[in-house]
């Protein structure tokens, strides 16, 4: 048994919340505490902040297949061969434990879980996906449905509006465009700051749709 990088990366912030912790004096408090990050550090941002119940505020940016999308969609989006999938990911890089090599191939459909369940481990904490319309290869169809998804967690625990989506057109990776500043204010505002803010939005770009019916098997319950 062994870990991916991504898990070591969320063990590396998780110590860096136990120092601030340990540290008082250094007048930065560890109970508002956001985790961010673009691209592969987007997928560790996600895991970081689904694996560490003290960060407040998690915002993964255009993190693609092994991020904020499903290895199921984005399997299913690959129909043209440019979105990246459990197939190829696990040849690129050393993101996830060799165990994840079995299911990549031809039996992602057997994984026990998706990544909209990553996304609820987060859950009621505050969760900002922001995301580019203008890159197939991160699966941006995938990330859509995939986090619309994990939103009936959220909503299954009350707190729809704890986590947002904010999707633009196309821009180059990893750049921040200055019109989605409102909504990454209303998160920093509502979740660092105890401000109040209006974090109910679901904002995809282009014609993106996704068919709820088609892949989604269950009933949001009510857990509140």
Not at 75 to 87: I, M
Request: with cysteine; hydrophobic share 40%; aromatic share 12%.
């Amino acid at each position: 048994m062994n870990d991916g990088a991504m898990t070591a990366w969320a063990w590396g912030v998780s110590r860096i919340l136990d120092v601030l912790n340990a540290l008082p004096d250094v007048n930065i408090n560890p109970n508002k505490v956001a985790v961010t990050g673009c691209s592969r550090n987007g997928k560790g941002a996600l895991v970081a902040g689904a694996l560490d119940s003290r960060i407040a505020l998690t915002i993964p940016q255009e993190s693609g297949s092994g991020g904020t999308a499903c290895w199921r969609l984005s399997d299913y989006e690959n129909h043209n061969g440019t979105t990246q999938t459990a197939s190829e990911i696990v040849q690129e890089n050393v993101w996830f434990a060799t165990q994840f090599d079995e299911f990549a191939n031809t039996t992602v459909d057997m994984l026990p879980f998706d990544h909209h369940m990553l996304a609820g481990l987060v859950a009621p904490r505050g969760l900002l996906v922001i995301d580019n319309i203008g890159y197939e290869w991160l699966g941006p169809w995938s990330s859509f449905g995939c986090m619309k998804t994990a939103r009936r967690i959220y909503q299954a625990l009350g707190t729809p509006d704890h986590l947002g989506y904010s999707m633009s057109p196309n821009h180059l990776h990893c750049s921040f465009p200055s019109y989605q500043m409102p909504q990454l204010q209303a998160f920093v505002d509502k979740f660092l700051f105890d401000k109040a803010s209006d974090t109910d939005f679901f904002i995809p770009a282009g014609n993106i749709t996704f068919d709820d019916a088609q892949w989604v098997d269950w009933s949001t319950p009510n857990l509140h």
